[in-house]
């Protein structure tokens, strides 16, 4: 009997098979990662991707790619011009401008804890590793983000390659190689910056450490709300990440959820269409059914990020809480004239329901406790050219 417990108590906490040694690496792997990200114990261990194992030395270079303009062709921008820290890494502007002028048609996206999305960007189901997507705003030229095309790649790597500083970076991060830098050495080292900013210590986290008091008696009822089949926020927004699109290192393949919605924004033709300038995953696939598909999005830090939506259309909280409670977006007037509510193709998770303007602002409360001002202050997140 005395066995049975011991392998009881084992099992939990090695599945019981002393003898696997890979059970050990996985074990000693997570607990090195956690250390790194300086994860709390109710955070999961992200998902990291074999081809790029996450370091310090990785993180370190990419917090000052992050930050300097010189990965921009024409030396004007950088990533941190339309994700800035203050902001949860968003940039508080309906869509950017990328550095030639051209504006974007989509809403610059929060950056905390986007490695544990199950895909990236708003409306992409093919980009699976943030490596994928950051190819995008760096190369891309249509529309031009950071503009670093076939014609000017060389000098904008030279300009790594001349600078002492970076040569010595570059080699720490990538002591198996001898050459200098590379636009793939630069995305790596940038999707491990971008995977180092967990956040995790707004007050909602406190309350989910064990301090009842982290949250006033109206948070409360908010939280209460928006996990209720009245509001039903939490059948898209849901988990430690609140997204249904998530992973971490234990999420297996047969389990991983790869969700897009149409959330009744648009419907400008009566058949469910979205402006012709973005129409969400349609973009990609070309199905009709796929308009108006988008990513759900973590709400961390929400209360930072406005504005709302893939394109920004939406200012505040409460015009977003009573976009859902609608059923979809009525526009009476324009070019976007329809209204959201009778599009066939909007998700039927998005149901009419009427809300007091108490529980607006309880929901409202709630989703500001997901606020994490650590985060948005912390100085290994910070331009390192401010130091």
Not at 118 to 143: A, C, H, K, Y
Not at 198 to 220: F, P, R, V
Request: charged share 20%; proline share 4%; glycine share 6%.
């Amino acid at each position: 009997m005395k066995f049975i417990a011991v392998c009881l108590v084992m099992g939990i906490l090695m599945g019981c098979n002393q003898s696997s040694s890979t059970t050990v690496e996985e074990s000693t792997q997570q607990q090195s990662l956690r250390d790194l990200l300086e994860l709390p114990a109710h955070m999961a261990v992200p998902s990291i991707p074999d081809f790029n194992p996450l370091t310090a030395e990785k993180i370190q270079l990419g917090r000052f790619l992050f930050y300097d303009p010189k990965l921009s062709a024409n030396q004007t921008q950088s990533c941190s011009s339309c994700h800035e820290q203050i902001l949860a890494f968003s940039d508080a502007v309906e869509r950017p401008f990328g550095s030639t002028g051209h504006q974007l048609v989509r809403n610059s996206q929060g950056l905390a804890n986007v490695v544990y999305h199950s895909t990236f960007t708003w409306s992409n189901n093919g980009f699976l590793e943030l490596e994928e997507q950051l190819n995008v705003p760096i190369r891309s030229d249509n529309p031009i983000e950071l503009g670093v095309t076939d014609s000017n790649i060389e000098e904008v790597l030279a300009r790594f390659d001349a600078d002492a500083s970076y040569v010595d970076m570059f080699a720490a991060a990538f002591p198996e190689s001898e050459s200098g830098a590379s636009i793939n050495k630069i995305i790596f080292a940038l999707a491990s910056f971008v995977r180092s900013m967990i956040s995790a210590g707004s007050a909602y986290d406190q309350y989910l450490l064990g301090d009842t008091s982290a949250l006033t008696e109206q948070q409360k009822l908010g939280f209460s709300l928006f996990n209720g089949e009245k509001f039903e926020c939490f059948h898209c927004h849901t988990g430690s990440n609140f997204s249904v699109s998530y992973r971490d290192s234990n999420t297996t393949e047969d389990t991983i959820q790869y969700p897009f919605f149409n959330n009744g924004l648009y419907n400008v033709d009566g058949e469910g269409s979205y402006p012709a300038a973005d129409q969400g995953l349609y973009e990609l696939t070309l199905d009709l059914a796929d308009r108006g598909l988008f990513r759900p999005q973590s709400l961390r830090n929400i209360e930072l990020t406005a504005p709302y939506m893939h394109d920004g259309s939406i200012a505040t909280l409460r015009e977003v809480i009573e976009h859902y409670a609608r059923g979809g977006r009525l526009i009476e007037s324009g070019e976007n004239a329809g209204d959201g509510n009778l599009s066939p193709l909007k998700s039927g998770l998005i149901k009419t329901f009427v809300a007091t303007d108490d529980e607006i602002d309880a929901v409202i409360a709630f989703l500001e406790s997901l606020t994490d001002y650590e985060f948005i202050n912390n100085p290994k997140f910070s331009d390192p050219f401010k130091e």
